[in-house]
C-alpha cells in the first residue's frame, strides 16, 4: 500500500535535546512537507521542499532543520533552539506542479512532549 | 500566520440534518481544498475547488467558493456520527507555488 508513515508515532524529550522525527513516502511525491498543529491554531508550516536536495523555510521554521537526501525521505529536527517545541507535527507529500493545485497525502502524525 | 478562518469554531447536531462550515481567507488564491482529520489522526482530502469554479459536489458534500468575497462554504448533507472529525479549509495562494495554508478548523460533533 502506497502512503506516509511517520514515527514515532509518541516522543518525550527532555529541554535541551535535539530530537529527529522521520517521514517516509513511498508514493513517488516530488514535494514533501511539515506542519505543526497546535490545539486551536490550525496547522501551521516549518519547512517544505519540493525536489530532492532543496528545501525553503515555511513560516515558523526558527528551531527546526531538515534534509532531503533521498525523495522518498524527509526527516525533521527539533532543536533545543525551538522554545515552545510540544505539538503535535504532521508529513505530508504531493506531486509537485509549479502552478495550479496541489492535494497532500498526510502521515499519521508524531505528537512530541517536551519535559 | 493563518490564511483561513473557518466559522463555526464548534458544531453539535443530530445525525440525518446538514452541517455548513465556512472558510474566510485573505489573499488571492488559485484553489481552495477542504481536509477531515480524526482526532490525533492525520489530514485527508475531501474536496478541491479552483478559483475559477463557484460549486463543486462529492457524494455528500457541496463546496461553494465566492472569490469577491474571499469565502468558501462545506455543506455535509444527511450527517452521520462517522462524520465526526475536525475539518480545515486550505488556500493555494495565486504565485504561492505548492505551498498550501491551513485554517484553524471546525470541530464537528455528530450526534446519534
Known amino acids: 500500500d502506497g502512503g506516509i508513515t511517520q514515527s514515532p508515532k509518541y516522543l518525550f524529550r527532555k529541554e535541551g535535546q535535539n530530537v529527529t522525527l522521520s517521514c517516509e513516502q513511498n508514493?513517488?511525491?516530488?514535494?514533501m512537507y511539515w506542519y505543526r498543529q497546535d490545539p486551536g491554531q490550525g496547522l501551521r508550516l516549518i519547512y517544505y521542499s519540493q525536489i530532492v536536495n532543496d528545501f525553503q523555510k515555511g513560516d515558523i521554521a526558527e528551531g527546526y532543520s531538515v534534509s532531503r537526501e533521498k525523495k522518498e525521505s524527509f526527516p525533521l529536527t527539533v532543536t533545543s533552539a525551538q522554545k515552545n517545541p510540544t505539538a503535535f507535527y504532521l508529513c505530508?507529500?504531493?506531486?509537485?506542479?509549479?502552478?495550479?493545485?496541489?492535494?497532500?497525502?498526510f502521515g499519521a502524525g508524531s505528537r512530541l512532549t517536551v519535559l | 500566520s493563518q490564511q483561513g478562518e473557518e466559522d463555526p469554531q464548534a458544531l453539535s447536531i443530530q445525525e440525518g440534518e446538514n452541517a455548513t462550515m465556512n472558510c474566510s481567507y485573505k489573499t488571492s488564491i488559485n484553489n481552495l481544498q477542504w481536509y477531515r482529520q480524526n482526532s490525533g489522526r492525520g489530514l485527508v482530502h475531501l474536496i478541491l475547488i479552483r478559483s475559477n469554479e463557484r460549486e463543486k459536489h462529492s457524494g455528500r458534500l457541496r463546496v461553494t467558493l465566492d472569490t469577491s468575497k474571499k469565502s468558501s462554504s462545506l455543506l455535509i448533507t444527511a450527517s452521520r456520527a462517522a462524520d465526526t472529525a475536525s475539518y480545515f479549509c486550505a488556500t493555494g495562494l495565486t504565485g504561492g507555488g505548492n505551498k498550501l495554508t491551513f485554517g484553524t478548523g471546525t470541530q464537528l460533533k455528530v450526534e446519534l
Open positions: 505530508a507529500s504531493s506531486i509537485r506542479q509549479v502552478t495550479g493545485a496541489n492535494v497532500l497525502t
Open positions: 508514493l513517488n511525491h516530488d514535494a
